[in-house]
Nanobody
Framework: WQLVESGGDLVQPGGSLRLSCAVS????????FGWFYQAPGKEREGLST???????EYADSVKGRFTISKDNAKNTVYLQMNNLKPEDTGVYFC?????????????????WGQGTQVTVSS
C-alpha cells in the first residue's frame, strides 16, 4: 500500500491550494480517508474525513474553507483549501482507516503518507 501526497506550496494569505493523495493498495470503496496537518512544534490535528460512501466531516477550524473529495476511478483523495491563513501553515498528511465511523483522530487511522508542506505567508 502507498499514500503519496502532493500539491503543497507557498501561498499568500487568502489564496487557495488543492492537495492530492494518490492511493495504491487500498480500496477507496471500502476504506475511509482523512486529512491531517501538523504545525511546527505541535501535535498532528485532524481536518477532514470522507467515508467509503462519500460522507464528509470537517473540523470547525476549516468548515466553509476546505473541501474533501475523492475520485475512486483515479484512486485519489483531494483537499481543496480556500481562504488560507498563516495558521494553516504546516505539513499535511493523508491517512486511511477501515472504519467509516469515529473521530478524526490520528490514532484511529492505520495508513499514512509522508506529507506535503503548505506554507501560508506574504
Amino acid at each position: 500500500w502507498q499514500l503519496v501526497e502532493s500539491g503543497g506550496d507557498l501561498v499568500q494569505p487568502g489564496g487557495s491550494l488543492r492537495l492530492s493523495c494518490a492511493v495504491s493498495g487500498i480500496n477507496l470503496n471500502i476504506y475511509s480517508f482523512g486529512w491531517f496537518y501538523q504545525a511546527p512544534g505541535k501535535e498532528r490535528e485532524g481536518l477532514s474525513t470522507i467515508t467509503s460512501y462519500g460522507d464528509t466531516e470537517y473540523a470547525d477550524s476549516v468548515k466553509g474553507r476546505f473541501t474533501i473529495s475523492k475520485d475512486n476511478a483515479k484512486n485519489t483523495v483531494y483537499l481543496q483549501m480556500n481562504n488560507l491563513k498563516p495558521e494553516d501553515t504546516g505539513v499535511y498528511f493523508c491517512a486511511a482507516r477501515y472504519s467509516d465511523s469515529g473521530p478524526i483522530l490520528p490514532s484511529t487511522y492505520d495508513y499514512w503518507g509522508q506529507g506535503t508542506q503548505v506554507t501560508v505567508s506574504s
